[in-house]
């Protein structure tokens, strides 16, 4: 199966209804906490009717109470808070990581997989094919690719011998320049 992680912001349906069944949903907002159950239960609702998996950033037990497919954890939370919760069998964590520190807190935080970035986009956590090779060989967890993932340079994707993978711009539709004098 290959499997695609879509990062969302805001809810646009018009984006949502260009992927396939097999992009997850990921919603992460981390500056509005208003009006946040009510929007995640929108999406929620959208997803299930494009048969969709639909996961929660950062807030586990929102994931968890709301019934979600699952949930994803940033590099930045260290917390083990929700090791004690409990959940149905088929709720998923995932998590992200930049290095072997960071990794090693996602085996700890007992996530499903773990997304390593960045694999393209240059930026303080570029890693390149290379770099990206030798961390995900430090883990027996299912490894995502995240970073810079364009229609570019998704063909190198077969260099790491998988082909999921996470992003936010590569599932956006790229908006056409104006034309005319103005």
Known sequence: MNRKYYFINKFETNNIDRQDRETV????????EKKKKNLVLKIKSYCKKRKMKFYLSNDIKLAVNLDLDGAYIPSFNKSMEHLAYSYKKKFSIIG???????????????????????????????????????????????????????????????????????????????????????
């Open 25 to 32: 949903i990921i919603y992460r907002n981390y500056s509005s």
């Open 96 to 182: 992200s990581a930049h290095n072997i520190k960071e990794i090693k807190t996602k085996e700890k935080q007992r996530v499903e997989e773990i997304f390593i970035s960045s694999l393209f986009k240059k930026n303080r956590n570029f890693l390149g094919i290379n770099k990206y090779k030798l961390l995900a060989n430090l883990t027996k967890k299912k490894v995502i690719a995240l970073g810079g993932i364009s229609k570019n340079n998704i063909k190198k994707l077969k260099l790491l011998k998988h082909s999921n993978f996470a992003g936010i711009s590569f599932f956006e539709k790229k908006k056409a320049p104006k034309r005319g004098p103005f």
